[in-house]
């Protein structure tokens, strides 16, 4: 079975300056996908990016960007020029590309605090 | 266009009670997921649809859990004879059913079991 592991509880930045979460996950498969999720107190959880296994590239969506190193089975997450409406729970996710259908293997979480 | 709604958004309710909690999905996604938020911590899987269908049920927690998608679209999860420890958010989720697509997630159903 695939575990995430996010072992920062808690970060906080500065507003406009950068922060790095962490993630790592353990899995025996080849292919498969992983995703940072953002779930604000609303409690809806929003896709901030998503990565490819087979793709070398790091994904990026404007201000976040990924780091993906597939031998040492690390995904963190960095937010650059952060802003206070980064403030969230932020999950890093695990997909299959074999037969689980897609289900979302999740971490623990890290909390984010943006400081003015 | 409208995203997942789930209802009731709270519920409150006695151990041993029966309890139904709807989600609609985004119009035309075919896959549906239900995933159990406890406190503090990250979801976890419960159950998946690809049309009407469960086709992977391995994360019910036992045969208290029940799931149906009777017309490929609104998702009702039941849980009989809830105990204490049902107490959660339960989250589901939809997508177009292609592994590796974002799943569009609802803003959750609270459970309080007292």
């Known amino acids: 079975a695939q575990t995430v592991t996010q072992s920062q509880p808690e970060m906080s930045v500065q507003e406009a300056e950068t922060v790095t979460l962490s993630c790592t996950y353990d899995t025996s498969e080849s292919d498969y996908y992983l995703f940072w999720y953002k779930q604000p107190p609303s409690r809806q959880m929003i896709l901030v990016i998503r990565q490819e296994a087979y793709k070398q590239q790091n994904a990026t969506e404007n201000r976040f960007s990924v780091n993906f190193q597939k031998a040492a089975k690390s995904f963190s997450l960095k937010i650059s020029d952060s802003q206070l409406g980064d403030a969230a729970m932020y999950f890093c996710a695990y997909s299959s590309a074999g037969t689980s259908y897609g289900k979302l293997t999740f971490g623990q979480g890290t909390i984010l605090t943006v400081h003015p | 266009g409208a995203g997942v709604s789930q209802t009731p958004s709270n519920k409150v309710t006695e151990k041993g009670k029966y309890v139904e909690l709807r989600c609609d999905p985004i119009?035309?996604?075919?896959?549906l997921y239900w995933y159990r938020q406890s406190l503090g911590q990250g979801p976890e899987f419960l159950i998946y649809f690809q049309g009407t269908g469960a086709a992977d049920d391995s994360g019910l927690p036992n045969d208290r859990f029940f799931a149906v998608r009777p017309e490929g679209s609104v998702s009702t999860l039941k849980i009989q004879r809830t105990e204490r420890g049902d107490s959660a958010v339960y989250l589901c989720a939809s997508s177009s059913g292609l592994v590796g697509n974002e799943q569009f997630f609802g803003p959750g159903t609270r459970l309080t079991v007292l």
């Open positions: 119009s035309g996604h075919t896959a």
